[in-house]
């Protein structure tokens, strides 16, 4: 199972960006998907998941803001993030459960700065 993300980049505080999330290796329509985050000097946090079914969970401090979505037919996780905040700055990575384990892509770097 491999993971690769993509998307990440510098953003202006207000402005979007769009991470992508492409997995391979198997079909993974049964298996739960999601980007947790990480900024310098904090702990590992959970942004959004998306379960098989579709249904979405969110930290508070994105609701509103960002959206998570899947394409299980592309093996794909989106993650649409819009009015960004200078606290949104963090390296996000996307994971999803397989058979019972956790399979991480590598970090794309999101910062949000004037």
């Known amino acids: 199972v491999q993971l690769q993300a993509s998307g990440g980049g510098l953003v202006q505080p207000g402005g979007s960006l769009r991470l992508s999330c492409a997995a391979s290796?198997?079909?993974?329509?049964?298996?739960?998907m999601g980007w947790y985050r990480q900024a310098p000097g904090k702990q590992r946090e959970l942004v959004a998941l998306?379960?098989?079914?579709?249904?979405?969970n969110y930290v508070d401090s994105v609701k509103g803001r960002f959206t998570i979505s899947r394409d299980n037919a592309e093996n794909t996780v989106v993650l649409q993030m819009s009015s960004l905040k200078p606290e949104d700055t963090a390296a996000y990575y996307c994971?999803?459960?397989?058979?019972?384990?956790?399979?991480w892509g590598q970090g794309t770097l999101v910062t949000v700065s004037s």
């Open positions: 998306i379960t098989s079914g579709g249904g979405t």
């Open positions: 994971y999803l459960i397989h058979m019972g384990r956790y399979y």
């Open positions: 290796g198997s079909s993974f329509s049964n298996s739960a």
